[in-house]
């Protein structure tokens, strides 16, 4: 199985940490927008933006990026 690094990096106007923070601890109460954020925000697919929004994968905070291997 094949395994992508993603880095989400942060612009001008968004700090990803905190939209992938509020992704996660939103997701028990409304996982559809949860998921709708992440695949919006960072153009992300549904199964890697589900498993990121619901906590299955883990992710490191560096500098101003949030990374993760799905």
Known sequence: MKTN???L???PWIYTPSMVQLAVSQFPYDPKWSIKLLREG???PLK???ALASGAIP???QDESVIFTA
């Open 42 to 44: 960072f153009d992300l």
């Open 48 to 50: 890697i933006a589900k």
């Open 5 to 7: 690094t993603y880095t």
């Open 9 to 11: 990096k942060s612009g």
């Open 59 to 61: 992710y490191v905070v």
